[in-house]
């Protein structure tokens, strides 16, 4: 929450302020894109190797403070502690990875016009990259931009998430090595990361968060002609042929819509179970959901901790209560948790329908709603029926029904029996609404890259082609 000039940030579990920081002026903007031009052309005398060498040593510090890192992010975000320390490692491998892939991706040699020619296509750093990220994952979404804008060449201006600025600030100041200005954070809600995307002094943004927001900050880049790379929700499904070990099945599905609290860009919102697994999918899902451990999320027992805020909780209550109201049974949860903190039970609903708000918009919260299907076909229809296209999953042992998904399914990825599981070295995103351009992988390099065409001819000589054209020629016989 911002007020005057100060960010308030709230443990989720408690909902107790935890502390105060200070937002980014307008002067302050201007102020750190200078640096960050500084830094950028300093950065330039750093080679290939120096860079990685440079992100090697990040990424031991980041692991060398994991349990501190994860701490702080469970108290601002309130997931649990051992999904947090999985983070800060992932967040480390990053770092890892585009220090190592960067030495190899400077460019690459066309085939020249004529022989004797030299093409040559250079990869060059944008600039100063403005890198704006949420609050679910704020350290890996976080370096996800910003290893790869670093190695690319670039300078980058973070701003993490109003709601999960702490984790971010300590990670800023463990990330040390690099020329003074080419990292920077800065701090605030929309209104300064929308004057961080407009700043004349930002080449291009890097965008992780919200459709609507998205769909903003795309207007905002369109409108300066910078290059922008939106990340944005979904409205993720998970199909569960009849040819599966039910129980395993449906302990995948429980745990992809209620990995932290369902607040996943790639959580499973929508569950397609074949018409004669479905009984048993249910009561599988119930059951495993039943044994859960919700709590505070520093106890490394907790399986599921509270949501963000106020304002996410109240938007899975309004889903599930316009879902129950139109007709949908409740099958487990669907009520707050505890007397203090943010926290909504697990919950399982069947005799959902297409045209619920459950079933078309994000929802964000741990919810299952179950869809009987009687064919694959069907499945996927439905699974492709939303405007959102950034992940899905789908669990079968059959060969044939696995590359039919994998065809069909419009989505940035398919999982297939291992949900949501991210590759570094893969790139990630969305398709249809989901967003615009991906993230990992030598995409998510390139992404950082513009592409500059060197044509050298080393003999000074007058072309054939020049004036005076003469006549009598016919097409196709000049060169260009
Ligand atoms: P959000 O869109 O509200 O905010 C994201 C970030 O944008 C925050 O830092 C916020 O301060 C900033 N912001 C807000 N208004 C802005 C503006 N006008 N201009 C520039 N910046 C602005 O999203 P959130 O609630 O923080 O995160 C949840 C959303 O993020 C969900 O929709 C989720 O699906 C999505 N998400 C997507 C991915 C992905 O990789 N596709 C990953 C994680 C989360």
């Known amino acids: 929450m911002t007020e005057n000039g100060r960010l308030k940030v709230v443990n989720p579990a408690t909902e107790e302020a935890i502390e105060e920081i200070a937002t980014t002026s307008r002067e302050d903007l201007d102020r750190t894109t200078e640096r960050a031009r500084r830094g950028f052309e300093e950065w330039r005398g750093f080679a290939g190797l120096d860079r990685a060498e440079l992100f090697h040593e990040i990424s031991a510090n980041l692991r060398g403070h994991a349990d501190e890192l994860a701490e702080i992010m469970t108290r601002e975000g309130g997931k649990p502690f051992i999904e947090n320390r999985d983070e800060v490692t992932w967040t480390a491998a990053c770092f890892d990875y585009y220090g190592e892939i960067a030495r190899d991706n400077v460019g690459y040699l066309p085939a020249p016009i004529e022989a004797q020619q030299l093409a040559l296509v250079i990869k060059e750093p944008v600039g100063t990259v403005a890198c704006i990220v949420p609050w679910n994952y704020p350290l890996l979404l976080a370096a996800w931009k910003v290893a790869p804008a670093l190695a690319a060449g670039n300078a980058v201006i973070l701003k993490p998430s109003e709601e999960t600025p702490l984790a971010t600030r300590r990670m800023a100041e463990l990330i040390e090595g690099l020329p003074a200005g080419l990292l920077q954070t800065v701090y605030g809600a929309g209104d300064v990361g929308d004057a961080l995307v407009r700043h004349p002094g930002v080449d291009m943004v890097a965008f992780t968060g919200s459709q609507e927001t998205g769909r903003k900050v795309g207007v905002a880049a369109a409108e300066r002609l910078i290059p922008a790379n939106l990340e944005l929700g979904g409205k993720d499904r998970f199909i569960i042929c009849d040819d599966v070990d039910v129980e395993i099945a449906a302990q995948g599905a429980v745990w992809a819509a209620c990995l932290n609290a369902g607040q996943v860009c790639t959580s499973s919102e929508r569950f397609y179970v074949m018409q004669s697994v479905v009984d048993d999918f249910v009561e599988a899902s119930r059951s495993y959901v039943e044994s859960l451990q919700i709590g505070d999320p520093m106890d490394k027992r907790t399986d599921i901790g509270p949501m963000i805020n106020a304002k996410g909780r109240e938007k ?40 619920m708000t459950v079933m078309r918009d994000e929802t964000f919260g741990p919810v299952v709603p179950v869809v009987e299907v009687g064919s694959l076909d069907e499945a996927i229809e439905q699974a492709n029926s939303v405007p959102y296209g950034l992940g899905a999953n789908v669990y079968t042992r059959d060969f044939e029904k696995m590359l039919k998904c994998m065809r069909e399914i419009r989505a940035g990825t398919v999982w297939i029996n291992d949900p949501l599981t991210d590759n570094d070295a893969a790139p990630f995103g969305g398709q249809k609404g989901s967003g615009i351009g991906r993230e990992l992988g030598r995409e998510g390099l390139e992404a950082f890259q513009e592409s500059k065409h060197v044509h050298i001819d080393p003999k000074v000589e007058k072309k054939e082609w020049w004036y005076p054209y003469g006549p009598g020629e016919e097409p196709g016989q000049r060169t260009m």
């Open 316 to 355: 899975v209550e309004r889903h599930v209560g316009e879902a129950v109201q139109r007709g949908a049974k409740v099958i487990a949860g669907g009520e707050r948790w505890g007397k203090r903190g943010f926290f909504y039970e697990p919950t399982i609903l069947t005799g959902v329908e297409p045209s």
